[in-house]
């Protein structure tokens, strides 16, 4: 009940508190920012949210059905992460998300050239629900439908850290997994935005602070070479 009341109350102050509007394709990245302690309203103007997906343990989903909408609250320390928006015109919006110590903002995400309301495209989210594929592919333990194969590959990344590659898969997409371990005497922050190079389409970091000797796990999606 207290979280239903929540939710009633924090539409009813829309009017009251800005939104961030994102407008743009599917294929781009939309960035906005998350409130770390309050759930954030995010909708699609002119069509309804079927689904939002993205790393687990980054975030909580509460969807609202009959409006259509979703309420996201992050479960993560990480400073920024990708999450995933799929609508009922087969789109998905990928959005990065940097978590704010302020109030929650609600996200309104707007077709650019004609794709918000009344027009309904094909599925042109194709590269989107691939990477969750390969995201996927990545992080299972057993085979899979995708080309994989694992790999003990000492990456240079900073002095501090330890970058190991230990898995890849090759597809539409090239995903890859690393070990990434703390080999300094201090807390290390990662922040995935770092991780970000030409034709990379997403990345996610399983823990974002690190005591020293401690390891994580780093999945960097990318388009291929051409």
Same mark, same amino acid.
């Given at each position: 009940?207290?979280? *239903?009341?929540?939710?009633?109350?924090?539409?009813?102050?829309? =009017?009251?508190? #800005?939104?961030?509007?994102?407008?743009? /394709?599917?294929?781009?990245?939309?960035?906005?920012?998350?409130?770390?302690?309050?759930?954030?309203? *995010? /909708? &699609?103007?002119?069509?309804? &949210?079927?689904?939002?997906?993205?790393?687990?343990?980054?975030?909580?989903?509460k969807?609202?059905?009959?409006?259509?909408?979703?309420?996201?609250?992050?479960?993560t320390?990480?400073?920024?992460?990708?999450? !995933?928006? #799929?609508?009922?015109?087969?789109?998905?919006?990928?959005?990065?998300?940097?978590?704010?110590?302020?109030?929650? =903002? %609600?996200?309104?995400?707007?077709? @650019?050239?004609?794709? %918000?309301?009344?027009?309904?495209?094909?599925? =042109?989210?194709?590269?989107?629900?691939?990477?969750?594929?390969?995201?996927?592919?990545?992080?299972?333990?057993?085979?899979t439908?995708m080309?994989?194969r694992? #790999?003990?590959?000492?990456?240079?990344?900073?002095?501090?850290?330890?970058?190991?590659?230990?898995?890849?898969?090759?597809?539409?997409?090239?995903?890859?997994? !690393?070990?990434?371990?703390?080999?300094?005497?201090?807390?290390?922050?990662?922040?995935?935005?770092?991780? !970000? @190079? /030409?034709?990379?389409?997403?990345?996610?970091?399983?823990?974002s602070?690190?005591?020293?000797?401690?390891?994580?796990?780093? !999945?960097?999606? %990318?388009?291929?070479?051409?």
């Amino acid at each position: 009940m207290t979280r *239903i009341l929540s939710a009633i109350l924090l539409l009813a102050s829309l =009017d009251a508190v #800005a939104a961030q509007v994102l407008q743009g /394709r599917p294929d781009d990245t939309l960035a906005a920012g998350l409130s770390r302690s309050e759930p954030t309203l *995010i /909708r &699609i103007e002119g069509h309804r &949210i079927r689904r939002v997906f993205g790393a687990e343990g980054d975030f909580d989903v509460k969807a609202d059905k009959d409006a259509g909408t979703a309420f996201v609250k992050p479960t993560t320390d990480k400073p920024a992460f990708s999450a !995933y928006v #799929a609508d009922d015109a087969g789109r998905t919006w990928k959005l990065l998300l940097s978590l704010t110590d302020g109030p929650a =903002d %609600s996200i309104v995400i707007k077709g @650019r050239g004609g794709e %918000s309301a009344g027009k309904r495209p094909g599925k =042109d989210s194709t590269r989107n629900l691939e990477i969750k594929r390969v995201v996927l592919a990545l992080d299972a333990d057993g085979e899979t439908d995708m080309e994989s194969r694992t #790999a003990n590959e000492l990456v240079p990344l900073w002095k501090e850290a330890l970058f190991v590659l230990v898995k890849i898969v090759q597809g539409p997409l090239r995903g890859e997994k !690393y070990q990434l371990s703390n080999a300094s005497d201090k807390p290390m922050v990662i922040d995935e935005r770092e991780l !970000y @190079r /030409r034709g990379v389409v997403a990345v996610s970091v399983e823990k974002s602070e690190l005591k020293p000797a401690e390891t994580t796990a780093v !999945y960097v999606i %990318s388009e291929p070479a051409e």
